[in-house]
């Protein structure tokens, strides 16, 4: 019992120190409000006018890519004067072609019953077995020559001409050599 006459206490005592800090007398706060007022307004300035987005569309994606070699002139006529070379569009495409060369690494060799493998690791973490004769690359790339440090490949590009393809040789080195 003796907590409830301590709780009116304070009660009472807050309750007076609240009345204290209320003041009736708002002259000062009405007087710098009119001050406000009574200025002129100023000018707000219109939205800016944003141009529309235009759409790009990229229209070289079949050409040559800007940061491989280019090919030498005498490399392509001496290459057209041997044979007529072309990509062979209607067979069945590797999984492995889907993917740039310059993204394709070679991570190991193997052999298995005899047959040597290598292994070539992806832009997507996968690690895939070749050997002679798979194609690899976005360029028609057919492997030649398979060795412990590297890979072999012969591509078949455009010479920039209609209908004209050379032969360019290429090669994936083991990582970290």
């Known amino acids: 019992m003796t907590s409830l006459p301590r709780t009116i206490v304070v009660l009472l005592s807050f309750g007076t120190l609240l009345s204290a800090c209320a003041a009736k007398d708002f002259s000062d706060l009405d007087a710098f409000m009119a001050s406000k007022r009574d200025r002129p307004g100023g000018v707000i300035a219109p939205i800016p006018t944003f141009k529309a987005y235009e759409a790009f569309s990229y229209g070289a994606t079949t050409l040559r890519s800007p940061f491989d070699r280019p090919v030498e002139v005498r490399e392509i006529a001496q290459l057209q004067a041997i044979s007529a070379i072309k990509p062979d569009e209607s067979r069945a495409k590797e999984f492995l072609e ?20 290598t292994l070539i690791s ?38 920039g001409t209609k209908d004209g393809w050379v032969e360019r040789p290429r090669t994936i080195k083991l990582s970290g050599v």
């Open 98 to 117: 889907q993917y740039t060369f310059d993204s394709l690494r070679m991570v190991g060799t193997l052999e298995r019953d005899g047959v040597n493998w």
């Open 122 to 159: 992806d832009p997507e973490g996968g690690v895939h077995r070749v050997t002679i004769g798979n194609y690899l690359g976005r360029a028609h790339g057919k492997i030649v020559e398979m060795t412990d440090n590297y890979v072999g490949v012969v591509e078949i590009v455009s010479d």
